[in-house]
T-cell receptor, first 117, second 108 residues
Framework: EAQVTQNPRYLITVTGKKLTVTCSQN?????MSWYRQDPGLGLRQIYY???????DKGDVPEGYKVSRKEKRNFPLILESPSPNQTSLYFC????????????????FGEGSRLTVL | GIQVEQSPPDLILQEGANSTLRCNFS?????LQWFHQNPWGQLINLFY???GTKQNGRLSATTVATERYSLLYISSSQTTDSGVYFC??????????FGTGTLLAVQP
């Protein structure tokens, strides 16, 4: 089954304790992206990657890191989480054609609900 | 950058009613998608529709790119249709811009 898989789905942690949210897709998509969703602020892009070893900042990258060592995986790293990073996080992936990465149909993972105390 | 506006912001329906959700955008686009976020938070693809018309069961969508709008039609609504409906558009950047959504509540 074609899917984007995120783990963990739920996590409660404390300020400053490094954590990683994994994301894996089995559709051979070039493009992968992380979003956070907060009440009243909608979906905001954190980072995206157009292919292996190619990543770029989205709208809200502060406090996050990413890496794309393999095509299927795109982990999101919070080096020193803070309470303002409490949010619902989504990973997404797509094919794309042409110059821009936003041309393909985007598929989302099931979301990871993170609480930082 | 491209602006996306969805209407109405919220909608309450009785089961069995029909509805039309609208997405307006401010510039030409190379991508337009409709998503449904269910009450458990999952984002589900409904349509990839940068232009034209598509149908999937009780749902259909039409995008008129030249007039810069897209419509999502829900017929014979069911309680399971409740949630937030987002349109997302892609223009001349690497980003997909999301609208603020329409919150739909279908009452039995």
């Amino acid at each position: 089954e074609a899917q984007v898989t995120q783990n963990p789905r739920y996590l409660i942690t404390v300020t400053g304790k490094k954590l990683t949210v994994t994301c894996s897709q089995n559709m051979n998509h070039e493009y992968m992206s992380w979003y956070r969703q907060d009440p009243g602020l909608g979906l905001r892009q954190i980072y995206y990657s157009m292919n292996v070893e190619v990543t770029d900042k989205g709208d809200v990258p502060e406090g996050y890191k990413v890496s794309r060592k393999e095509k299927r995986n795109f982990p999101l790293i919070l080096e020193s989480p803070s309470p303002n990073q409490t949010s619902l996080y989504f990973c997404a992936s797509s094919f794309y054609s042409g110059v821009f990465a936003n041309t393909g149909e985007l598929f989302f993972g099931e979301g990871s609900r993170l609480t930082v105390l | 950058g491209i602006q996306v506006e969805q209407s109405p912001p919220d909608l309450i329906l009785q089961e069995g009613a029909n509805s039309t959700l609208r997405c307006n955008f401010s510039d030409s686009v190379n991508n337009l998608q409709w998503f449904h976020q269910n009450p458990w938070g999952q984002l589900i693809n409904l349509f990839y529709i940068p232009s034209g018309t598509k149908q999937n069961g009780r749902l259909s969508a039409t995008t008129v790119a030249t007039e810069r709008y897209s419509l999502l039609y829900i017929s014979s609504s069911q309680t399971t249709d409740s949630g937030v409906y987002f349109c997302a558009i892609g223009g001349a950047t690497n980003k997909l811009i999301f609208g603020t959504g329409t919150l739909l509540a279908v009452q039995p």
